[in-house]
């Protein structure tokens, strides 16, 4: 099983970025996927997810309206526009199966929001 974030980076407040996660392993279709995040210090976050029909989708309150996933069944990638980033999403962001445990465990991307 692995589960490749990319797409982080150094942004100014108010910037857009779009991660990117590539899944293989495991059968990518029947699982509901998230988006965590950790910042130094703290715990990890949800911060979204979509149901394996790319159907329903939810958000963290800190995140909605401003954040949006994406599926591709047949790629196997999941997606994160973040748009109108603050300081506060500053973070490691990381893709994960949602019912299974361990979901800050792999490498992650790393998001840093400042001037």
């Known amino acids: 099983v692995q589960l490749v974030e990319s797409g982080g980076d150094l942004v100014q407040p108010g910037g857009s970025l779009r991660l990117s996660c590539i899944a293989s392993?495991?059968?990518?279709?029947?699982?509901?996927m998230g988006w965590y995040r950790q910042a130094p210090g703290k715990e990890c976050d949800l911060i979204a997810s979509i149901v394996p029909t790319a159907g329903r989708t939810y958000y963290a309150d800190s995140v909605k309206d401003r954040f949006t996933i994406s599926r591709d069944n047949v790629k196997n990638t999941v997606a994160l526009q973040m748009n109108d980033l603050k300081p506060e999403d500053t973070a490691v962001y990381f893709c994960?199966?949602?019912?299974?445990?361990?979901?800050?465990g792999g490498r992650g991307t790393q998001v840093t929001v400042s001037s």
């Open positions: 392993g495991f059968a990518f279709s029947s699982f509901t």
């Open positions: 994960a199966r949602v019912l299974l445990p361990n979901h800050c």
